[in-house]
């Protein structure tokens, strides 16, 4: 099915070790992005990619780097864990205009201890 | 983006339209209408788009008012897999900028049987 696809789906982390959440979309979008989503609180956005070779930071990116090599995949790394960024982390894409909405895939939910 | 009022929760019984208000009242005249859903634990799902005039997609109708200071979202028929939470978000379809959408309080709507 066409969509984003997000791997793994659930994730524990020990504080201090490093991940890399993974991000794949097949429609074709330049523009994909990361949120997190605490508990009773909305989506906060990580990092941005307007294109292949292109990011830029989002309101909430410290901790998290992020690479676009390709247009189809947006990986976010974790590069020290933290009990603070214990979360969901949702990764989406839409057209560069975004008329037509983004397009989310189903989160990851990552516990770090 | 405009900011968006809702009611914090709105109850529907099954099988019954399902009618979510959202008041916009500071919107600017190149700003869309867009609302999405949250269903438990799921990432966020585009439902529907509009500027000026209402709109109907398969999941949903779209009214916006002729001031365009407030908008509906019809769900026609709901069914309990429709309980969610509903965000209204006012923007201008991205170009140039973040993307960022900015996800409100939003109105959970419980169908009930």
């Known amino acids: 099915n066409a969509g984003v696809t997000q791997t793994p789906k659930f994730q524990v982390l020990k504080t201090g070790q490093s991940m890399t959440l993974q991000c794949a979309q097949d429609m074709n979008h330049e523009y994909m992005s990361w949120y997190r989503q605490d508990p009773g609180m909305g989506l906060r956005l990580i990092h941005y990619?307007?294109?292949?070779?292109?990011?830029d930071q989002g309101e909430v990116p410290n901790g998290y780097n992020v690479s676009r090599s390709t247009t189809e995949d947006f990986p976010l790394r974790l590069l020290s864990a933290a009990p603070s960024q214990t979360s969901v982390y949702f990764c989406?894409?839409?057209?560069?205009?975004?008329?037509?909405?983004?397009?989310f895939g189903s989160g990851t939910r990552l516990t770090v201890v | 983006d405009a900011k968006t009022t809702q009611p914090p929760s709105m109850d529907c019984a099954e099988g019954r339209a399902a009618n979510l208000p959202c008041n916009h009242s500071t919107i600017s005249g190149n700003e869309y209408v867009y609302w999405y859903r949250q269903i438990h634990s799921q990432g966020p799902q585009y439902i529907i788009h509009?500027?000026?005039n209402n709109e109907t997609n398969e999941m949903a109708s779209l009214i916006i008012t002729e001031d365009r200071k407030s908008s509906t979202l019809i769900l026609p028929h709901a069914t309990l897999r429709d309980t969610a939470v509903y965000y209204c978000i006012v923007r201008v379809p991205r170009s140039g900028n973040t993307g960022k959408l900015i996800f409100g309080q939003g109105t959970t709507l419980q169908v009930k049987p």
């Open positions: 989406a894409s839409s057209t560069t205009d975004s008329l037509y909405g983004y397009t």
């Open positions: 990619s307007v294109g292949a070779g292109i990011t």
């Open positions: 509009g500027l000026k």
